[in-house]
């Protein structure tokens, strides 16, 4: 029975994420047209490359010491805050990077006609300083069985993209103002899996909130001397 119930969540997770990543398409298409949905949607593929790139994979593999050590006993879930913290500080640079040189990367990758795209992948790409969070804390809510957290939580970011897009496509047209709500949004999907977690296992979200904060410190700083 409760290999059953953790099935049922995890099908019911993954059909709402299908929401999370559709939504762009299905809420954009009839506003930008064909010709502009591609342009955004090829203009988002390169911004989130750390994302699906580094961030990705990297929870993936954590995935498997979270399970490691719920199997041996021990509630990995102290561990999140952790190790999301390493792996923003690794992401980081790259968003940087990616953020200062848009303009060129668009015209090495796609040439001088898309040069127009670039602040859309300036913009978006700081989605991916926060994807960390919503990651390896959605991994080590699955790795520790609160799989009914994990369904909830994707419920919430994937209602609140969706009214988000709707409501700013309703407003505007500009890509760049559209790409600053859907980061804004990945900002909040890190928020609401912190928070779905909170006070469990010894979750505690002081210190998360203080390493989060050095590094955005730190990032400005750098960002700074980059500008």
């Known amino acids: 029975r409760e290999l059953a119930s953790f099935s049922v969540w995890i099908w019911a997770t993954a059909s709402v994420k299908v929401v999370w990543d559709r939504c762009d398409a299905f809420v954009l298409g009839p506003v930008f047209g064909s010709?502009?949905?591609?342009?955004?949607?090829?203009?988002?593929?390169?911004?989130l490359l750390p994302l699906t790139e580094f961030v990705a994979p990297a929870s993936e593999a954590l995935f498997a010491a979270?399970?490691?050590?719920?199997?041996?006993g021990?509630?990995?879930v102290h561990y999140a805050g952790d190790a999301a913290g390493i792996v923003q500080f690794a992401v980081v640079p790259m968003v940087i990077t990616i953020s200062a040189a848009a303009g060129p990367i668009i015209e090495v990758l796609l040439g001088q006609k898309w040069s127009d795209a670039w602040p859309?992948?300036?913009?978006?790409?700081?989605a991916c300083v926060f994807s960390p969070f919503s990651y390896v804390f959605s991994m080590v809510a699955i790795a520790n069985g609160y799989v009914r957290a994990n369904f909830i939580g994707s419920v919430i970011v994937s209602a609140l993209k969706l009214a988000t897009l709707i409501v700013a496509t309703a407003f505007t047209?500009?890509?760049?103002?559209?790409?600053?709500a859907t980061a804004a949004c990945i900002a909040l999907e890190s928020a609401t899996f912190v928070?779905?977690?909170?006070?469990?296992?010894?979750?505690?979200l002081r210190p998360i909130l203080a390493a989060a904060t050095r590094l955005c410190l730190a990032t400005a700083m750098a960002l700074g001397a980059v500008y």
């Open 74 to 76: 021990q509630s990995s």
């Open 120 to 126: 859309i992948v300036a913009v978006l790409t700081w």
């Open 35 to 47: 010709a502009g949905l591609g342009k955004y949607m090829l203009s988002h593929e390169i911004a």
């Open 173 to 180: 047209s500009d890509m760049v103002v559209i790409a600053s």
């Open 195 to 204: 928070l779905v977690l909170r006070g469990k296992d010894g979750l505690r």
């Open 66 to 72: 979270f399970s490691r050590a719920q199997k041996d």
